[in-house]
C-alpha cells in the first residue's frame, strides 16, 4: 500500500520538528530544580514546534501572539518535549502541575493519571524534590539555628500567621500552614 504524499509531507515535517525539540529544546536543569528554572522564560520552544503549534491552532502563519495562543503554545509545546524526549527533559508544567495538584487536593491518584497521560512527573519523583530540598535546607544551617526560609530578612517587623488543618479522615491528619508577612526593605542587612 503506497503512502499518499500528504501523509509523507506530515512525516518529514514531523521529523524536522523532532529533531529541532532534541537538539535545543532545554538546557540542563539543575537538581533539585531552582524557581528561576521553573518559569515560563525557562523553556525555550523550538522554532520549528512553535510555527507548527502557531499554524495548527490557527490556521496561519506566525505573525502575532495574543496571550491566550501563546500559552496554549507554551503548554502543547512543553508537552510534546516531555514526550520526545521519553521524560528526560522536564519542562516547567511538568513539575508544577504536579506540584499544584499536590497542594490543592493532596491526591496521589490523580498525579498518576497526569503523569501517565505525559502532563507531568510522576509523584516519587515530587517527592523526591521534597525530601532533597528538605535535606539541602537542613544542611544549610548549625544545629542551634532556626530554619527560615531563605528570602526572611532578620532585625525586620514581621507578621506570622499560622492556622492548624484538620482533616478527620479514616483517622486523623493534622497540618499546620503558616505565613510571614515582611515589608520589603531596600537597606543593608544589619548584624
Not at 524557581?35 to 523553556?43: G, T
Not at 499544584?100 to 496521589?108: E, F, H, I, M, R
Not at 501517565?116 to 516519587?124: L, T, V
Not at 539541602?136 to 542551634?144: E, F
Request: net charge neutral; proline share 7%; with cysteine.
Amino acid at each position: 500500500m503506497a503512502v499518499p504524499s500528504k501523509i509523507k509531507q506530515i512525516q518529514q515535517a514531523s521529523l524536522y520538528i523532532r529533531e529541532g525539540i532534541l537538539s535545543n529544546s532545554m538546557k540542563d536543569v539543575s537538581w533539585p530544580p531552582k524557581p528561576s528554572e521553573l518559569c515560563q522564560n525557562a523553556v525555550k520552544i523550538p522554532e520549528e514546534l512553535d510555527a507548527f503549534l502557531y499554524t495548527v491552532l490557527t490556521g496561519n502563519t506566525p505573525t502575532e501572539y495574543p496571550q491566550q495562543l501563546e500559552r496554549l503554545v507554551n503548554s502543547y509545546g512543553e508537552d510534546l518535549i516531555y514526550g520526545v524526549s521519553g521524560g528526560k527533559q522536564k519542562p516547567p508544567k511538568h513539575i508544577l502541575l504536579p506540584y499544584a495538584v499536590k497542594s490543592l487536593t493532596n491526591n496521589v491518584e490523580l498525579i498518576q493519571i497526569l503523569n501517565r497521560c505525559g502532563h507531568g512527573i510522576a509523584y516519587s519523583q515530587v517527592e523526591k524534590i521534597n525530601t532533597v530540598l528538605c535535606h539541602q535546607k537542613l544542611a544549610s544551617k548549625s544545629n542551634n539555628d532556626v530554619r527560615l526560609p531563605e528570602n526572611i530578612q532578620p532585625h525586620i517587623n514581621t507578621t506570622l500567621g499560622w492556622d492548624n488543618i484538620d482533616r478527620l479522615e479514616e483517622g486523623t491528619s493534622h497540618r499546620v500552614n503558616g505565613i510571614v508577612v515582611q515589608a520589603r526593605h531596600f537597606s543593608p542587612n544589619l548584624p
